[in-house]
């Protein structure tokens, strides 16, 4: 199930792959939410069966480690983890 988020940096597409759990999905949600940018997150652990398989093979496909949070911007710039700069950059 695919969330969203609000925000006046629309620039971009900005696509979250994290866990519910995760200590870094969640600063990094709350970073977007800081700078103001729109985006789109999917809580993988909160999925089932079938629907957690197909979004584990669709993560494998932009970051073949599985990393979390995996953040895919524009569809073609992937950043994994907590990179606040590296956000920055990819979201001017």
Do not use: R
């Not at 977007?32 to 957690?52: P, R, W």
Request: with cysteine; charged share 30%; proline share 3%.
């Amino acid at each position: 199930m695919i969330k969203h988020v609000d925000g006046e940096n629309d620039k971009e597409s900005v696509f979250l792959y994290t866990l519910s759990t995760c200590v870094w999905c969640k600063k990094t949600k709350q970073f977007l939410i800081d700078i103001n940018a729109k985006y789109d997150y999917i809580d993988v652990d909160l999925l089932v069966g079938a629907e957690q398989e197909k979004t584990m093979k669709e993560l494998a496909k932009v970051n073949p480690q599985g990393g979390f949070p995996t953040i895919l911007i524009n569809k073609e710039k992937i950043i994994v983890g907590f990179q606040p700069d590296a956000i920055k950059e990819a979201l001017v």
